[in-house]
């Protein structure tokens, strides 16, 4: 099973949708929150190139910023 992870919000709603979307397809998810993971956030913030947006979502070696849906 291909597993991604996901850097976002409780609160957001492309952080949900992106969770969501990627279980819905069978994809293992591991979900970091990160308003309460100050390891967290400066993990995202590094594969982000310090863009405060989320969801940051890796696959593999690929990272997405922001989630638009399919």
């Known amino acids: 099973m291909a597993k991604v992870l996901i850097y976002g919000k409780d609160d957001c709603p492309y952080t949900s949708g992106a969770r969501e979307d990627y279980a ?9 929150n990160v ?26 070696n690929k990272v997405t910023i922001g989630y638009g849906g399919t």
């Open 24 to 32: 819905h397809r069978g994809m293992s998810v591991e979900y970091i």
């Open 35 to 60: 308003k309460k993971d100050k390891a967290g956030m400066k993990k995202m913030l590094e594969l982000s190139g310090g863009r405060r947006e989320v969801p940051v979502i890796v696959e593999g």
